[in-house]
């Protein structure tokens, strides 16, 4: 260990190199497979096209679960900002009895496996006829992601100085006038960073939906995981790419628009 | 509003109405207890009932589901399989993830933001592609094997898929950004001050490394394989994915008796082990952490 420092320093970035390539390494591959047109899984690619890309947005299937899935990730995001804001509200400004029982049912989710979790829900929305309906997804999603956004939206929540509220009050501004425009904007950052992140959770969820959804409800990657089950031809390829795309896209989004640093 | 009901100034107002309290808890409460709390307890419910096709009948308890898993060595196998795979794919992401982490905690690089955010990059993308990914670096006529083949190393096709195998190096891929997570937070008290020092006063690299960096990272390290452990073993989509069907472990056999031979008693009963399995861990892991900080 005593030898060489240069020599050192060229075996510990290659290292690093080579633990980012691992890292790495399966979506490399997605991206050039994705330029294949076989109808089989086979590498290296014979010739590169955009075939398997027209295959995808001519695959109806993949279509209406993408909207599919646009929507629900929308609808959970909008209800776990809402009920994680007024949750936040409560946690961060008022003491409570049972404020600690509260706090364990929020931090709970984090401790339960997403598949035993997946068995209990399905049990519990099964008898209410909501299988395979988006209620029925929606709600399943609520439970993993209400315990970010409340996570998200306390930290700014903590840092919001109150004297700017009490100085409203003492104006003469009425609470829900205080709350609309001085405390709301003040956390905005908090309460995007936690609709993405809601979002983000129920556009990637597949442990949960294969055990709720089948049909009439699939969301994408259900629709991804039975596809994968039969085939594995480079249209999942093509289709994994634009999903990349897409997640980049929403994160640089936000980057842009709060930072990522405030928003985790 | 009334000038009795403002706060006392520099207070919060600690002392307002249960009413609006309750509005603020109750939307969160109630969607929580039916997306958390009821399920568990239904589950709980569901594993001491009698098995019937698809549904399961209340009133009736019994402990038919846990028997048949207690008394069929199948299902101990499965046990058996699962701490495998799970042991192994934390041991593996550990020391696959301990040198970026160490790297990303000490780098001064201009491009350290873009380095992080690179590790941790592969969790925006879903593991059913991330998985299909391995598909296509381990498949028979994957990367590695077109490989091997056109260097002619190997005559046949090697099995990468379709196995445990293929499951765990998949897992330990899918599961890195966590453990870089878990080990870069935990990295804080590493300074490298305390590095030099050491150095001055003729510790050799080694030494370096294993009295001062390895003690001190020791925390974020258990951390990082907990978390991992724990998020493999309660894995299904990579090991069903990459298993082909052949890698039996207890997520998906909770899969397969809730989804396919809808025996939902029994789904709720291997549920319910899976979460003593995990809590016993979580518990153990807190001794040890305790232990280590000592």
Redesign the interface.
Known sequence: MQSNPLLGRIAWNTLIALLYLFLLAPIIVVFIISFDTRQYLAFPPESFSFGSYVKVFQNVKFISAFWRSLVIGAVVGLVAVSAGMLLSLSLVRYQFRGKAAVNFLILAPFLVPHIVLAVGIMLVIAPLGLLDSYPGIVLAHLGITIPYTVRTITMSLMAVDTRVEEAALVHGASPRMVFWRITLPLVRPGLIAGGVIAFLISFDEATISLFIVSVKASTLPTEIYHYLEYSTDPQIAALSVVLILISVGVVMAVEKLIGLRKAL | ?SAAT??A?GT???N?SRGI?L???L???I??A???????I??LR?SFASSTMG??SGGNWTVQSYSAVLFDPFYWRIAWNTLVLGFNVAIFAVI??Y??AL?LARTESRFRGVLTA??V??L??????????????L?D???IN?TLQSLSLTGGVIRLTNNSFGATV?LI?IL??YAILAMLSGFGRLNTQLEEAAAMLGA???RVFTRIILPLSAPGVLTAALLVF??A?????TPR?MGGGRVFVL?TE??NE??VTLN?PL??AL??M??IL??SI?LLYQRALRALET
Not at chain 2, 34 to 40: A, D, S, V
Not at chain 2, 124 to 137: A, D, E, K, P, Q
Not at chain 2, 233 to 237: D, G, K, L, N, Q
């Open positions: 509003m403002l706060p100034a919060s107002p600690a307002a309290l509005m603020l808890l939307p969160g409460l969607a929580l039916i997306t958390f709390l009821l399920p568990l239904w589950l569901a549904a399961f696959l993830s040198p970026i790297f690179l590790a990059a592969p925006l993308t879903s593991s059913v592609v991330r998985t299909y990914g391995w598909m296509v670096i498949g006529r994957g990367v077109s998949a891929e890195m950004p050799n690299r080694l724990v998020l073993i309660s894995s299904f989509v994915l997520g909770v899969f809730a989804t939902w789904a709720a549920s319910v899976l979460l995990f809590s979580i």
